[in-house]
Nanobody, 127 residues
Framework: QVQLVESGGGLVQAGGSLRLSCVLS????????MGWFRRAPGKEREFVAA??????TTSYGTSVKGRFTISTDNATVYLQMNSLKPEDTAVYYC??????????????????????WGQGTQVTVSS
């Protein structure tokens, strides 16, 4: 069974940076597409970023494009977050998908495309 454990959340001032990490265990990392979502208070879960199995293809949500970068290394997926804004405040969730995204990375936006989820890590950006 796949397990995902996130870390790296915290409190940061607007304009600052944070790097989130998510470790996948229980299965072979290279078999999975990896992604990040977030949920702000009172809002739906929102797609943030995704990366293909090879790491060669990435996709980003409109609100974070140009500020956030997703990457992978040694069974870990990272989310580098720069130029943070108060509206980036949310619980950030790591996700893994075995097959659905092989039909197209555009499916990454849909929460139902993902097979496994982490518990989440809180990111708070103060103004």
């Amino acid at each position: 069974q796949v397990q995902l454990v996130e870390s790296g959340g915290g409190l940061v001032q607007a304009g600052g940076s944070l790097r989130l990490s998510c470790v996948l265990s229980g299965r072979t990392f290279s078999n999975y597409y990896m992604g990040w979502f977030r949920r702000a208070p009172g809002k739906e879960r929102e797609f943030v970023a995704a990366i293909s199995r090879s790491g060669g293809t990435t996709s980003y949500g409109t609100s974070v494009k140009g500020r956030f970068t997703i990457s992978t290394d040694n069974a870990t997926v990272y989310l580098q977050m720069n130029s943070l804004k108060p509206e980036d405040t949310a619980v950030y969730y790591c996700a893994a998908d075995r097959n659905t995204l092989s039909r197209g990375m555009s499916r990454a936006y849909n929460v139902d495309s993902w097979d496994y989820w982490g518990q989440g890590t809180q990111v708070t950006v103060s103004s």
